[in-house]
Structure formats: structure tokens, C-alpha cells
């Protein structure tokens, strides 16, 4: 009997000894946030994973559906239908990719800057520098595309922006309420100039360097309309970027010439981005047709015909590189068919993907934006021939005809939104340009009457509030802090 | 009378055991209940002595007697029964049951006749499970057990249905019972491999009474299966069973168009190929091409299962061995097939004093299946049953040419030819070998201590293989500029292994023939293992391709990045270790007490809250066994019970299938992944913000339930139960701006509470006095379940999502309140009662609303007269809502020259004054009712889920051509469905969009033994 009692004791520790290893386990490949930083060369991916959390497709998309760049396309399945009625809510997911996409860049960068302090900088100072420096200013470039798409009013200091993070929040549940412009125009400020003093080499222009931080400066002073110092940023810059001819235009959208391009966000063939994403998240083409940008590649938003007539019968380059003149099909009857949906198919173009269609690089600062800001700050200073004179040096550039001088400020802002409109088409600018110049220069969202008929609206005041994007409801739900845009 | 029984297979010691060897004769034998299942440790008693033995686990006894003795046999809830020792030295013995009890329970880790239990369960036995056609046995279960809500959203042949026991008790985790077959925990969504004909028996357990001795494991309730065995001493039985059923679409009401009325539509409308068409042309086309294109995806799924049975048994050793075959088309025509394999061999044997006992169980599976994906999708590429049902009817099939997939013209009319396509040129098939084995060993150390051991494991090696033909239309489509060789093929191999080893030390004893204490010791050690590899090739050669052979594969090259294959490899490991104990007392079987304890721990938590402790406490009276009762002659039995206690849920994120014990597995750690390239390196993103007070959620329940049975003819249970989850796992929203784009942190925040009974009646409206006579039982089956949200925490509600008071999956939308007869745009009623035609999201209401039912069951009865017997089960459910978005997108007029339409669409509003419900085709406002109730709809429903007749060849006749027994039948599966619902299935789970229907299926089959 003992020996058997023995035997249930051995089987009874057996088991009890045995237990640690079905409890205590470490899951193999796995990275604790502890270990993560040890090298610069670690600090080098953490920046590289900061990079890849930018994305504009967001706002590309969001842009062609709100404004009167696109109208719904032959094989439209339903797609950004709120946007173009109009129906713009917390849940809206452009507005919630925008906010994801540059709160997790900040995220990232602040995650860098924080363990800056856990590397030893004389491994690779100038590596540690530049990244450091990196860091910042896509910090920077973060906050001010957070204010561009949620603040009510860029010249307005005292208006809300978004949540000015510039350190881990240690406490995940904290409720911190959104910052003023003012605080974040300071805070990019501070970034962009902690930027400028440790970036010293030239990484190329798919990383922020010393020309994409004075872009990001002219950007901003031009939107918040101290427009002296945004001429003085954009001139400078022009002086070794210059606006591309014709031939490079249409080399740039197909990723083979970069004479313009200050800063773009790289797109390559298995990257996080190569992938279709008809609402943003994806190839920069799949904002726009399903497959690719032929006949045949599922378009479902189309050039809008208000854009198209504009530019129909003219020689400008932009017609060709943002339309697919060669397979669009084009309806003279649009007005009046029933079926003008199938027989009027204008198919975006600016996107066409290389090897694999519609993955294109996303082009966030190039000289032609430059050369405009520099107009916007002749408007503003009332030298009105001469934002003729540097307009119609664009649009010699571009192959369009040139146009007459305008003689007040009305008629100056309203000539660079023009051209704004068609040199950024499907680039994500026209609702803020709208946004911040619209009433300036006497123009409005100006949707084809046909296309409009079946919309819920054929243009929007300026000054509505669906020109500021609602704070996600993903934001609100857990940071009560965070106040609402007005009307949302 | 039909009495539900359960093989018995966990151990009960003796309550007289004396053993005595001076005697001249061995008798051994079974004992069994009356429909053959072995009664485990029923008594047999020499008269006038007392000497005795008792039965093993599988019935068995042995004993050494003398000619002329009488063996007295007695088992708790059953006649006693004497039988004279003859010259035979086999003596098997067929017990009846004591009127006043009819049922043996199987509880957590032993079993129990009904008197001297004090839970609250449910068995269901072999023959409501055999004999039907659904290729996962849980389908078959639908609507048998109160409380036991079972909704299969997918016609897949196999497919996972969503099972859930009284109430849906998590958020974000695990809502599915645990089951265990032979011991075995196994993964719960996949029995597609498994042979629904070798199950003995079933049993729902439901109360923390039942429960809670699963701790981390039981809050959902636990469902113990137990496969066939042999007898001892019992010659060579061999038995087959064969069914042919045909399976088809079920009926829709959707009022879909025909040709002619398709082509008007887009004419009068102006969109589509009816627009340009003249009237001549038009009336041409619609009488050349009339296309329903539910009938080219669907056809009928013939199916075929073949089971062949032998079980034998010696002195020592008894075996059971069975053989399947299931060869299983779902309605999805070519798609969609199951065809399985089964192979198990059950094997008892015990020492020649009945001391040492063992059984090994072992299964051996393999199946091949076809499943479609991107089912419920609105790829009109991808999903064919989008093709089905939004196809317009003027396309023919025989537009379609095969292997012209590349030159189909891409516009959404085109969908069908898109997914012809697919059809021909896209494999996926999952091959599948699913292997349950375990190991049961007891030993009575001494007459009252008996120490059992018992290892089992679920190993399960899935391949999956998916493959796009370098020619399909998809392929081409989407190929990169200048790829001549497009195409993929996916190869993955998935294997799990779960390992569980459960060591048991028990002591019983009876005092003073009243007092009977029954006490257990336990540890648990439970392992599971994951290792996943695959490969992503792209780029296919026509010349040489064929699924699932790499000859094709394209190499990468220097030119272009559009032959990179990528390869994918996963490690997983979990466990869980447990010590617990229950105890239970019993007073002359008039009052007895039942309690648990257990500590649990989980790897989920090992950084956490690494053990927890889950109880129970639960009580029984027997009423009827009072003597104030005595008098009360119709009532033959009448039992309350009671049990309160916590079960624990650790599966807190609910990933399914076999990688379900692997899920969350590091929520506990703040982590980061390599990856994420930018500028072609790789990069270093932070992932993940840890949880460091993670826990179990808790299921605190208590039961109160009576089992009566009166009249000798009705019986039944009826019990009430709260159910409050507690620490209620929930992805708590943070603020993605602060952390970084993370949205969520799963943690335990909630409480939530299913409050509801469940009702089980069976009466025997016609009791046969002798066979043959007529026989008939009525049964009824309900369960109401009302669900309460209580607390979410300090984050409070989730905006449109879940709220403090509301349901899970509530429901909110704005009512649609009509067209507006001015104009024809859609009316709403906004959040302060007004009518608007202009929704914003805050009109958004919470409607109490959901896709879970609140009554479910089922009603039928059980005939017989001569050798004729005759089956029907209703289910029922009521309560239910779910979006209908097929429907939605059939009375789109946004979709007009691009998909099929519903006649309903022509009562569309036309001009000022038309008062009707279906707006303007050119209303302003379409997009709003994406926000309102417009297509919200009841889908409750009554349907005649299975109906059977047959006959029993007079066993005469059966014997003369050489069989034991020869029976034949005919039977139907949801053959009528009353319903308010328009669609293909009133049956299923949330909103309803281009999903894989259930089907209707009628089979005929044979059975027969010798």
C-alpha cells in the first residue's frame, strides 16, 4: 500500500514540477520594447518605421471626393459617396486614416528622440545626428498636416489644432485637450530649427532634408499668411529646384524624373503601401480606379468634367498626365445622355504605377508648389502683374496658353487658385486651398451641373465647416479631453 | 419510452465491495440500460451474501460464483434485477429503469444518476445524432438543448457553426463552450474531419454546479463527448449505416427581376445596356437570354456517407472499430466539397481482478475540402455568390469562354463572367489530417481510493493551398505591366498539437447506507504547440502549371521585382496548469451537496495575474423521496436543485479554429517588430502597448432548476439562471493621437449580465403497450435569454457601437419613416422626433435590437407503430434582426445597368402625390439611409428543421437473409422556413450580404447489422 502511495505521490510532483513550463512561456521572435534599442543603427530603424507611417493617399482621396476634382466613375461601386454628397461625420475614414497616419509618425518620432538617450552617440555621430534630426522634423511635418486638415482657421492663432505631442505619454489613458495654432506653429518651428541644426547630410529626396524642412517653412508661413517670410523660404528653394518642362512633368508622375520634386514618400513593389486601397492605405492609383488607369481598370472616380472642360482642346501637358486621353472616352452629349455614367468615361491619369500599376511615389513638395506660394505672396502684396507674370511662366512651362494680368487682389488669388486646381490635381490640395484663399479670390467648389444633378450639392460655401475635418470619433471615445470641431 | 443514456466511462467506486475467491465458477458479463449503453459501477451481489463486485467503466463485471446462485444486479436509478447462475458462465443483464428516474448524467469528471446530481444538463445520445446529414455533428444539434443557441452562418460542407450557451458571455473573447471528446480538449470550430456516427452520447453542462470545475475553461459552458465502445464478452457485431442526400438552395423572397423587366429597369432609368437598346432590341434580347444565375452558381450537392462498425470483446479486452467514408458537394457548384476519411479504434481491457482498468481511444482523420473564400465580400470578382445574386439576368452563361478569362471587358454587368471564371481557374483546398488519441488508466488502490490517469491529444496538420491560373481573368487584370506570367499560388501548412494530462485521485464511500461521499482530487497540465510555415509564389508558366505543383513557379530576375516569392513561418506555444477538487455528500439519496475548487493558472497571464481561483457550491432535494410525498401518486419524481459559482474565460481574445489556445497570447508586453520597410530597409516599429493587469474574465451564475416527471407521462427540467461576466475583456478605447495610432488596449473592464430559463418537456401523448403498438412523444425545447450591458468601465460607451444598458451587436439606426410624396426623397425620424430628410450620425438611435434571439427552441415528436417510426423537429427563434443588404442592394437604384434588381424597386415614387414606401429612383438622399433602419429586418423564423420515416424490417425477416437488423429511411433537413426574412436563410448571424447560404437536403439511407 505505501508503494502505491508513493506512486500517486511521484505522478502528483511530477505533475506540480512540470507546471512552470506550461505557464511560464516566452513567445519566440519576440521583440519586448525594453530591448529594442540598443545601436544606432537601431534609432536608424525606428526613424525608417516613422517614415513609413506618413501617407497622403488619405488626403488625395478625400480631396477628389469632396471637391470638384472627381465624380463618381462607370464602375463605381459606392465608393467615397459621402464625400461627394457632402456627408461628412466623425466616423468619416479619410478623416481617421489622416489622424493615424501622422499621430503614429509623431508616435514613432518621439519614440526615437525619447531613446536617443539609451544610445551611444560616439558609435556613429553623424548617423545619430541625422537621425535625430530626421525625427524632428517629420515630427514637425506631422503637426503641421494635423493643423492643415483639423484646425478651423490657419491665421487664426487662438483656433484649435490637434494634440501637440512632443514626448511618450507614459499614462495611455491620459485625457489632453487639443493645442492652440499658436502652440503648434512654435512647437514645428522649434522642431524644424532642432532639425536644421543636426541634419548635415544629403539622404535624397524620399528622406526630410535641410530643402524639405524650408518647404515645409514656406508652406506653413504661406498658410497662416505671413506670406514675406514664405516667399523668402520658396524663393530660396527655387534657386536649385526649378519647375520642371513639359517632358520632365510627365517623367515625375511616372517616378523618372525628380527635377522638381523637394520631398516625396517612396512607394516601391512590396513595401506596407503596395496594395490596393480604394479609400487610402494603398497604391495612390486605387484612390481612383480598381485595377488600373486604362478602360479596362475598373474605374470608379473620374476626372470630373468641371476639371475636364477646363483643360478639353487645350495643349496642356496636365490634360495628358492626368487623364488617359488615349483610352478615356470621351461623351460630347454628357449634358444630355441618360447614360452618360457609361458613354463619358474620364479616366485619372496621374497615377498610372510603373511595373505595377497605380503604385506611384506620393509627391508632397515639389517647385511648382514653390513657384506659387511666391505668387501667393505677390497677391498678397498687391504686385498683381506680377502674379501674372509668374503664372503664366508656369503655364508656358505646362503648354497652356497664357493668360491676362490681373488687376486686383480678388482677381490674383482667384488666378493662382485656378491654376492651383489643375497643377494639383488629385494631389490633396484643392479643399485646403479652397479653405484658406477660396474667398480671397472670389472662387467656390464648382461641380459640373451635370455630374452635380445626382449629388446632394453643386458647391459648398468656403467658410462651411465641412472645410475643417471632424476629430475622429475613435479620438473622442477615448480622450475626452479632446473638443469636437464646431457642427460635428 | 425513449430514455436518453451515456456511456460511462469516468469512475465510480462500489458502494459494497467485497471480494471472496473460495468458488467454483466464473461468471462476467455486462450490464447494460436498455438501449445496450454499459452502466458503470452498478453493483452485482451474490443473494443472501455479501459478496459482490462492481461494474468497470464499461459495464463489465466478473465473478466467481457457484451454480444456483442468485446475482442480485442494482444500479442507482434502476430496477434490480436477479439472474440464477446457470451453466453459461456470461450472464448479461439489460437493466430497466426505476419509473421515478430515467436518466443517467454525465458530469464533469464522473458520473451520476439524475437523483444524486446537482446540475443542470442536457444528454443527447447516439440516435438523434446518427443518421443525419450534416457533415459537423454540432449543425445536428441546433434547437435539441435548451439554452444551446447554435447558428450556422455558411453552407459550407463542414463549416463552422457559432455555438453559444446561454447568452453570448464575452465581448472580444471566446463565446463557445469547451468540448471534450474521450477526455480530450479539442478546437471547437473544425469538426469537419470528424465522424459524426461514432458519438455515443453528448452532454451540454451549463451551471457553475457543472462548470466551474473547468475554471478558466468553463464560463461558456462545456460539452462532453463520448465515441462508441465495445462490451466484454461479447461476440463480433459488425454494422453499417449508408446516406444519400441531394442538397439544394433554399427559397428566397426577394422578387427578383427577369430579363425583360431588367432591361426595362436600366432603359426607363437611362444606365446600362438596356438604355441603349431600342424596344425591338430590346424585346430580342430578353427572349433570347433569361438567366437566373442562382441556378448556375447553385445546383444540387450530392452527398454520400458510409460508416461500417465492428466491435468485438473478450474476457479482458473489448474493442470498437470504425470506418468512414463521407463524400460531400455543398450547393456552391464546383466550389465548395468535402470528402473525408475516418478511421477509430476504441480498445478497453483490465487486469483479471477488475482492478486495473484502461482504454485507449484513438481517431485517425484525413479530409479534402474545396472551400470558396472571400464569401459575405463584395468583390465581384472574388465572391461567387455574388455572382448568384447580383448577376443580371440578360448576360448568358454561354457568354463565357473558357480560358478567355483575360479578355472579359471589366464593368460590374460583368460579374457573373468574372466569377465563371474563377470558377475554372482559381483552386483553394484545405487537406486536413485530424488526429484524437487518448489514454485512460484507473487503478483501485483500494476499495474506496481509486487513482485514475488520463492523457489525451488533438493533433491536427492542415494544408492549405490557394492557386490563381496564370490565364484567369483575375490574374491577368491585376498582372504588373509586362508580366506575361501572372498568377500565385499559396501554399501554407498549419500544425497543432494540444496536449492534456489529467491525473485524479478519488475516494468514496457509503456510511450507514445513507451517507455517501464522493471526494476528488485532481492536476491538470494542458500544452498546446503551434507550427505554421508557407510560401507566396508569384508568377505561374501556363505550360506547366497545375495547383499545387511548384513546376511553374517563375524565378525572380534582375529586370523587375514581379517574381518575389515571400515565405511566412510561425511559432506558438501555450499552456495552462490546474490542481482542484470537487466533493459531494448525498444523504439517502433525498438531499446531497455538491462543491468545486480550482486554481488555475494560464501562460496569457504569466506576467499578469498568473492564478486564479474558480467555486462552485450546488445542492439537490429530492422531493419526491419525502415522506410527505408519498401520497402524491402522480408525481413520480420531482427533484430541486441549486448551484451558484465562477467559471473563468482566459481565452480573452477570440481567435478560433485550432489556433484559438495561441491567440493574445502576449498582451501582457510592450513590444515592437521589425519590418515595415521604408526605402527598401527594413524598419523598427513599436506594435504594441502591453496590458500588465490582464486577467480572466468570470462568469459568476447561478441556477435554480427543478427535474420532474408526473403522470407517467410527462417529464421534463425547467431552470433560471443569471449569468454575470465580470472583468469583462474589452478593447478599451484609447486615444490613437496619444499612443500612437493604437485605438485600443485590450483590458478588463465590463460587466455584463444574461439573465433567462430554459424549458425541456417531453410527454408521451400515445404510450405503446406492447411493441407494435402505437407510440408517440411530444417533445418542447425553449430558452429565453435577456442580455444586459452593466458597466464598460470608466471609458463608457462606444459611440454607435455599445452602451451601459444595451446589447451586445445592438443595433443603431435612424427609423425610416417613408417617402416624402413632395418629392420622392427618403423621410427619417432624427434623434429628437422630428422628420428629416438630412440624417446626421447622432440620429443614430440604440434599438435594443440585435442578431441573437430571445426565445429559441424546438418542438417535434417521436412516433411509432408497428416498424414504422416517424421523427419531426420545428426550430424556432424569435427575436432576431439583421440588416438585409442583399435586399438593400436589389432596391438600389444606384446599381441600375450594373446588378439585378427586385420587381419592389417599380413601386419606386414618380411624381408629386405618389404615396408609396420605396423612394425615388433619383432620390437626393439615398446615401442616408445607410444610417437608418430602412433595411433592418425580423428574421424570426419557424422552420421544420428535420423531419424522418422509416422502417425497421421485422427483425424475422432480417434474420433470415442473415441480419441482426435492416432498417431504411427517408428524411429532410430544413425542408419549410416561415419567416418574415427575404433571403436565402433566415438562419444566420448578422447582417446578411452575398453569404453562403445553408441548404435544404433530403437523404434516404440504410442501416443494418449481423
Same mark, same amino acid.
Given at each position: ?80 459617396s459621402?464625400e ?23 508616435g ?26 530626421? @525625427?524632428? $522634423?517629420i515630427?514637425?511635418f ?5 493643423? /492643415?486638415w #483639423?484646425?478651423?482657421?490657419?491665421? =487664426? %492663432? +487662438? ?6 505631442l ?8 491620459a485625457?489632453i ?43 506653413m508661413?504661406?498658410?497662416?499668411g ?7 523660404? @520658396?524663393? $530660396? ?9 513639359? /517632358?520632365? #512633368?510627365?517623367?515625375?508622375?511616372? =517616378? %523618372? +524624373? ?192 451635370r ?15 465641412r ?15 479632446a473638443?469636437q470641431?464646431?457642427?460635428? | ?5 451515456s456511456?460511462?466511462?469516468?469512475l ?34 451474490i ?67 439524475k ?41 459550407q ?13 464575452s465581448?472580444?473573447?471566446?463565446t ?14 473544425n ?22 470545475i ?5 464560463a ?9 465502445v465495445g ?17 439544394n438552395l ?35 434580347r430578353?427572349?433570347?437570354?433569361n438567366?437566373?444565375w ?6 444540387t ?6 460508416t ?18 463521407s ?19 476504441n ?12 482504454s ?6 484525413y ?50 463572367l468574372?466569377?465563371?471564371d ?14 484524437i ?27 492549405l ?5 496564370p490565364?484567369s ?10 508580366n ?21 485521485l ?15 482530487l ?48 510561425n ?10 477538487a ?32 474558480f ?16 401520497d ?45 520597410q ?6 523598427l ?28 407521462r ?19 478605447p ?7 495610432a ?14 433567462g ?6 410527454y ?59 418629392n420622392?426623397?427618403m ?43 416517424m ?19 436589389f ?67 432480417a ?31 448578422g ?5 453562403y447560404p ?13
Amino acid at each position: 500500500m505505501k508503494n502505491i502511495f508513493k506512486f500517486i505521490y511521484a505522478c502528483l510532483i511530477l505533475s506540480v514540477t512540470s507546471c512552470d513550463d506550461a505557464i511560464e512561456i516566452t513567445q519566440p521572435g519576440r521583440l519586448g520594447a525594453e530591448n529594442a534599442f540598443q545601436s544606432v543603427a537601431d534609432l536608424q530603424g525606428g526613424l525608417l518605421a516613422s517614415y513609413n507611417f506618413l501617407d497622403t493617399t488619405y488626403e488625395i482621396g478625400f480631396t477628389s471626393a469632396m471637391t470638384d476634382e472627381c465624380y463618381k466613375g462607370r464602375d463605381n461601386g459606392g465608393q467615397n459617396s459621402s464625400e461627394q454628397n457632402f456627408n461628412i461625420n466623425s466616423s468619416n475614414g479619410y478623416a481617421s486614416g489622416m489622424w493615424s497616419s501622422y499621430y503614429g509618425a509623431i508616435g514613432m518620432a518621439n519614440r526615437v528622440i525619447e531613446a536617443g538617450d539609451l544610445v551611444d552617440r560616439s558609435e556613429d555621430p553623424v548617423a545619430y545626428d541625422n537621425i535625430m534630426g530626421q @525625427a524632428h $522634423a517629420i515630427r514637425a511635418f506631422s503637426h503641421f498636416q494635423i493643423l /492643415t486638415w #483639423f484646425s478651423t482657421d490657419y491665421t =487664426d %492663432n +487662438d483656433a484649435l489644432a490637434g494634440l501637440l505631442l512632443t514626448s511618450v505619454t507614459e499614462d495611455i489613458f491620459a485625457q489632453i485637450p487639443r493645442s492652440t495654432n499658436m502652440e503648434f506653429y512654435d512647437q514645428i518651428t522649434q522642431d524644424l530649427n532642432a532639425a536644421e541644426g543636426l541634419i548635415t547630410s544629403d539622404a535624397g529626396n524620399k528622406f526630410l532634408g535641410l530643402d524639405a524642412i524650408n518647404a515645409i517653412r514656406a508652406r506653413m508661413h504661406a498658410y497662416k499668411g505671413d506670406y514675406a517670410a514664405a516667399k523668402q523660404y @520658396a524663393e $530660396a528653394l527655387l534657386t536649385s529646384y526649378s519647375v520642371s518642362d513639359q /517632358t520632365q #512633368f510627365v517623367q515625375m508622375f511616372e =517616378d %523618372n +524624373d525628380f527635377t522638381e520634386i523637394i520631398f516625396s514618400l517612396e512607394r516601391s513593389i512590396g513595401d506596407s503601401y503596395d496594395g490596393q486601397g480604394t479609400a487610402g492605405g494603398g497604391w495612390a492609383g486605387s484612390l481612383y480606379a480598381f485595377v488600373d488607369a486604362s478602360e479596362q481598370g475598373g474605374p470608379f472616380m473620374e476626372m470630373s468634367r468641371s476639371v475636364y472642360n477646363i483643360m478639353a482642346g487645350t495643349s496642356d501637358v496636365r490634360l495628358s498626365r492626368c487623364l488617359n486621353v488615349a483610352e478615356s472616352i470621351i461623351d460630347s452629349d454628357y449634358e444630355t445622355n441618360d447614360n452618360f455614367l457609361n458613354d463619358d468615361v474620364l479616366l485619372a491619369y496621374k497615377y498610372p504605377g510603373g511595373t505595377q500599376p497605380l503604385l506611384n511615389d506620393l509627391k508632397v513638395f515639389r517647385a511648382a508648389e514653390m513657384h506659387l506660394i511666391v505668387a501667393e505672396a505677390e497677391a498678397d502684396a498687391g504686385n498683381f502683374a506680377q502674379v501674372g507674370v509668374l503664372i503664366n511662366q508656369l503655364r508656358s512651362l505646362r503648354g497652356a496658353d497664357a493668360l491676362s494680368a490681373p488687376t486686383n487682389e480678388q482677381d490674383a488669388f482667384g488666378m493662382i487658385l485656378d491654376e492651383r486646381r489643375l497643377e494639383f490635381l488629385f494631389e490633396g490640395h484643392r479643399w485646403v486651398d479652397l479653405k484658406r484663399m477660396g474667398d480671397r479670390g472670389g472662387r467656390a467648389l464648382d461641380r459640373d451641373a451635370r455630374e452635380c444633378s445626382f449629388l446632394s450639392g453643386c458647391t459648398l460655401a468656403n467658410s462651411d465647416y465641412r472645410f475643417t475635418l471632424p476629430i475622429p470619433v475613435s479620438e473622442l471615445t477615448a480622450n475626452q479631453a479632446a473638443q469636437q470641431n464646431p457642427n460635428y | 419510452m425513449k430514455t436518453k443514456f451515456s456511456v460511462i466511462l469516468t469512475l465510480m467506486l462500489a458502494l459494497v465491495v467485497q471480494i471472496s475467491f473460495a468458488q467454483n465458477k466464473n461468471v462476467s458479463g455486462t450490464v447494460s440500460d436498455e438501449s445496450g449503453l454499459p452502466l458503470a459501477g452498478a453493483t452485482v451481489i451474490i443473494e443472501g451474501t455479501t459478496t459482490g463486485v462492481t461494474t468497470d467503466f464499461d459495464g463489465q463485471y466478473s465473478i466467481s460464483t457457484s451454480v444456483g446462485d442468485v446475482l442480485v444486479f442494482s444500479y442507482v436509478g434502476f430496477l434490480s434485477q436477479s439472474e440464477t447462475v446457470g451453466a453459461s458462465n456470461t450472464i448479461n443483464v439489460s437493466m430497466s429503469l426505476d419509473n421515478a428516474l430515467d436518466e443517467v448524467v454525465v458530469e464533469a469528471y464522473r458520473t451520476t444518476s439524475k437523483e444524486t446530481s446537482s446540475i443542470s444538463s442536457t444528454t443527447i445520445t447516439a440516435e438523434t445524432i446518427e443518421s443525419r446529414p450534416n457533415a459537423s455533428f454540432a449543425q445536428t444539434l441546433q434547437g435539441q438543448v435548451a439554452g444551446l443557441n447554435i447558428v450556422t452562418n455558411n453552407g459550407q460542407p463542414g463549416g463552422n457553426s457559432l455555438i453559444n450557451l446561454r447568452g453570448v458571455s464575452s465581448i472580444s473573447g471566446n463565446t463557445e463552450p469547451l468540448f471534450i471528446i474521450d477526455g480530450v480538449p479539442v478546437d471547437e470550430d473544425n469538426f469537419r474531419s470528424l465522424n459524426p456516427n461514432d458519438i455515443a452520447s453528448l452532454s451540454v453542462l451549463k451551471d457553475a454546479g457543472a462548470t466551474s470545475i473547468y475554471g478558466n475553461r468553463g464560463a461558456n459552458g462545456v460539452i462532453i463527448i463520448k465515441t462508441k465502445v465495445g462490451t466484454y464478452n461479447q461476440g463480433l457485431k459488425v454494422s453499417y449505416s449508408g446516406l444519400t442526400s441531394f442538397s439544394n438552395l433554399q427559397s428566397n423572397d426577394y422578387n427578383l427581376m427577369n430579363s425583360r423587366e431588367q432591361l426595362q429597369l436600366e432603359k426607363d432609368y437611362g444606365s446600362g445596356f438596356g438604355s441603349t437598346l431600342s424596344d425591338v432590341e430590346l424585346e430580342a434580347r430578353a427572349r433570347q437570354t433569361n438567366t437566373d444565375w442562382l441556378d448556375v452558381f447553385f445546383n444540387t450537392g450530392l452527398t454520400q456517407t458510409h460508416t461500417l462498425s465492428l466491435s468485438s470483446g473478450g474476457e479482458n479486452l473489448n474493442s470498437f472499430t470504425s470506418l468512414g467514408f463521407s463524400d460531400t458537394e455543398g450547393i456552391l457548384a464546383k466550389a465548395s466539397t468535402l470528402k473525408r476519411f475516418n478511421f477509430r479504434n476504441n480498445i478497453n481491457g483490465k487486469s483479471n481482478d477488475g482492478r486495473f482498468r484502461y482504454s485507449t481511444s484513438l481517431s485517425l482523420n484525413y479530409s479534402e475540402s474545396l472551400e470558396p473564400n472571400s464569401i459575405g465580400s463584395g468583390a465581384i470578382n472574388r465572391n461567387f455568390v455574388n455572382g448568384a445574386l447580383l448577376s443580371v439576368p440578360y448576360i448568358s452563361p454561354y457568354s463565357y469562354v473558357s480560358g478567355e478569362g483575360a479578355n472579359i471587358p471589366v464593368v460590374f454587368a460583368n460579374t457573373p463572367l468574372f466569377l465563371l471564371d474563377r470558377l475554372e481557374t482559381y483552386t483553394r483546398r484545405d487537406d486536413e489530417i485530424r488526429a484524437i488519441a487518448s489514454l485512460k488508466a484507473s487503478y483501485d488502490i483500494t476499495d474506496e481510493i481509486t487513482f485514475n490517469s488520463t492523457f489525451g491529444a488533438d493533433f491536427t496538420e492542415d494544408q492549405l493551398t490557394r492557386s490563381e491560373a496564370p490565364n484567369s481573368f483575375n490574374a491577368q487584370l491585376f498582372a504588373q505591366t509586362g508580366n506575361e506570367t501572372p498568377g500565385f499560388e499559396q501554399r501554407n501548412s498549419n500544425r497543432s498539437v494540444y496536449l492534456n494530462f489529467n491525473n485524479q485521485l478519488n475516494y468514496r464511500n457509503t456510511f450507514d447506507d445513507k451517507h455517501t461521499i464522493d471526494v476528488s482530487l485532481f492536476t491538470e497540465y494542458f500544452k498546446a504547440h503551434w507550427r505554421s510555415f508557407g510560401y507566396f509564389a508569384e508568377g505561374l508558366d501556363p505550360a506547366t502549371y497545375y495547383p499545387g505543383d511548384g513546376s511553374a513557379y517563375i524565378d525572380d530576375n534582375a529586370a523587375n521585382d514581379n517574381f518575389v516569392d515571400t515565405a511566412s513561418a510561425n511559432i506558438q506555444n501555450a499552456g495552462l496548469f490546474s490542481v482542484f477538487a470537487y466533493a459531494d455528500y448525498d444523504y439517502d439519496t433525498k438531499y446531497g451537496f455538491t462543491a468545486t475548487v480550482r486554481r488555475d493558472a494560464s501562460y496569457r497571464f504569466a506576467d499578469s495575474n498568473k492564478w486564479g481561483t474558480f467555486w462552485s457550491v450546488a445542492g439537490r432535494w429530492n422531493l419526491s423521496k419525502e415522506d410527505f410525498m408519498q401520497d402524491v401518486t402522480w408525481i413520480n419524481s420531482l427533484k430541486l436543485r441549486g448551484s451558484y459559482g465562477k467559471a473563468g474565460n482566459q481565452r480573452i481574445v477570440d481567435s478560433g479554429g485550432a489556433f484559438a489556445p495561441f491567440g493574445g497570447a502576449d498582451l501582457t508586453r510592450d513590444l515592437y517588430v521589425t519590418g515595415n520597410q521604408y526605402g527598401g530597409v527594413n524598419g523598427l516599429t513599436f506594435a504594441q502597448i502591453g496590458n500588465n493587469s490582464l486577467q480572466w474574465e468570470t462568469v459568476v451564475s447561478s441556477n435554480i432548476g427543478i427535474d420532474f416527471s408526473m403522470f407517467n407521462r410527462l417529464r421534463g427540467s425547467f431552470d433560471i439562471y443569471k449569468r454575470n461576466t465580470e472583468d469583462l475583456f474589452f478593447p478599451t478605447p484609447i486615444s490613437p493621437a496619444i499612443n500612437g495610432a493604437q485605438s485600443s488596449i485590450s483590458a478588463n473592464v465590463g460587466e455584463l449580465q444574461n439573465t433567462g430559463f430554459d424549458l425541456e418537456l417531453k410527454y408521451d401523448l400515445f404510450k405503446a403497450k406492447k411493441q407494435g403498438d402505437f407510440g408517440m412523444t411530444l417533445s418542447f425545447v425553449t430558452n429565453f435569454n435577456e442580455q444586459e450591458v452593466i458597466s464598460l468601465g470608466s471609458g463608457g460607451d462606444i459611440p454607435y457601437g455599445l452602451r451601459v444598458g444595451g446589447i451586445i451587436g445592438e443595433i443603431y439606426a435612424a427609423p425610416y419613416m417613408g417617402v416624402n410624396p413632395a418629392n420622392g426623397n427618403m423621410l427619417f425620424q432624427d434623434q429628437n422626433g422630428n422628420i428629416t430628410e438630412d440624417l446626421i450620425e447622432s440620429d443614430q438611435l440604440a434599438t435594443m435590437k440585435n442578431a441573437y434571439p430571445d426565445y429559441q427552441g424546438s418542438f417535434g415528436f417521436d412516433a411509432e407503430w408497428k416498424n414504422l417510426f416517424m421523427t419531426t423537429q420545428f426550430n424556432y427563434a424569435t427575436g432576431i434582426y439583421r440588416f438585409d443588404f442583399d435586399y438593400s442592394g436589389f432596391m438600389d437604384p444606384r446599381d441600375i445597368g450594373q446588378f439585378r434588381h427586385s420587381r419592389d424597386i417599380l413601386a419606386a415614387w414618380q411624381q408629386p402625390g405618389d404615396i408609396t414606401n420605396v423612394p425615388s429612383l433619383n432620390a437626393t438622399n439615398l446615401d442616408d439611409q445607410d444610417l437608418s433602419d430602412r433595411h433592418l429586418r425580423k428574421a424570426d423564423y419557424l422552420r421544420l428543421r428535420f423531419f424522418q420515416v422509416g422502417y425497421n424490417i421485422p427483425e424475422s425477416v432480417a434474420n433470415k437473409s442473415g441480419f441482426s437488423y435492416a432498417r431504411i429511411f427517408a428524411s429532410g433537413e430544413n425542408l419549410i422556413t416561415w419567416s418574415p426574412w427575404k433571403g436565402l436563410d433566415a438562419e444566420g448571424s448578422g447582417s446578411a450580404q452575398a453569404g453562403y447560404p445553408t441548404p435544404k437536403t433530403v437523404s434516404f439511407g440504410l442501416e443494418f447489422g449481423f
